[in-house]
């Protein structure tokens, strides 16, 4: 099983990705997860990537696919969930043709609907939890940060709702309840 994990910052994409993988053995593709990561080794491309991030824009669909399209090469276990990635239409037709190379398919599109006030204040509480705690602060998981990637969202990534509606593989969850309601309503969606 192949899906998608689609929402805007803070919707809590990679916390439900996390649960998946333990409870169906998939694999976890963040590319937040993985630009930080280049970003925390100093590579050429972390380098790039950490003002754009920083700041709550977008990275290149370049280099955000290259990284996508080297992990597909790799084990696939009970299958990919995609986390956060795509993000633009660019990506999503990419993600179709990375895909057909390897004759997979996408089996849903999840998407995770919550309501601005609650983005923000999640994102908000994230950052005084981790300061609280002694522990680092993401560096866009702050106000002004928040702000673009919230637009960044709208014009971006929302307009991928319609397309894979086109397609029949949209579902839609409620993503306000806790964390374990969003779990149970994705679990009763896959099947
Ligand atoms: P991501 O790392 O994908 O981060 P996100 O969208 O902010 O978070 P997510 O929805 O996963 O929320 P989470 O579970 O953490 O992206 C960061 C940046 O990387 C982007 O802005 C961009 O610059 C770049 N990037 C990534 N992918 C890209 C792409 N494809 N193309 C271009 N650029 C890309 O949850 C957030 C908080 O809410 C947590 O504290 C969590 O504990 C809490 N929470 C979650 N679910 C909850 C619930 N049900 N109730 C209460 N709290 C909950």
Redesign the pocket.
């Known amino acids: 099983m192949n899906i998608i994990l689609l ?10 990705a996390q649960l998946l993988v333990q409870e169906r053995d998939m694999i976890q593709l ?4 993985m ?2 990561e280049a970003k925390d080794s100093g590579t050429e491309m972390g380098k790039i990537v950490a003002d ?2 920083a700041r ?4 290149t ?1 370049e280099i ?1 696919i290259g990284l996508i399209r080297e992990k597909l090469d790799g084990d696939r276990k009970g299958g990919f969930i995609f ?6 239409l660019a ?1 999503a037709d990419a993600l179709a043709g990375l895909l057909a190379e390897k004759g997979e398919s996408l089996d849903a599109v999840i998407e995770m609907q919550v309501d601005d006030e609650t983005l923000v204040k ?2 908000v ?2 950052a005084e939890e981790a300061r609280a705690a002694g522990k680092p602060v993401r560096a ?1 998981d702050n106000a002004d940060s928040v702000r673009i ?1 919230l637009m ?1 969202y709208y014009k971006k990534t929302a307009p991928l709702i319609g397309y894979y509606h086109a397609k029949g593989q949209l579902k839609s969850v409620d ?1 306000l ?3 374990d309601e ?1 779990r149970g309503a994705i679990g009763s969606l896959l099947g």
């Open positions: 929402g805007p910052p803070g919707a809590g994409k990679g916390t439900q963040s590319t937040g997860d630009l930080r754009v991030m709550g824009e977008l990275v669909d955000v986390d956060g990635f795509p993000r633009t990506q999640r994102i509480n994230r866009d990637r960044e993503g309840g806790a964390i969003v």
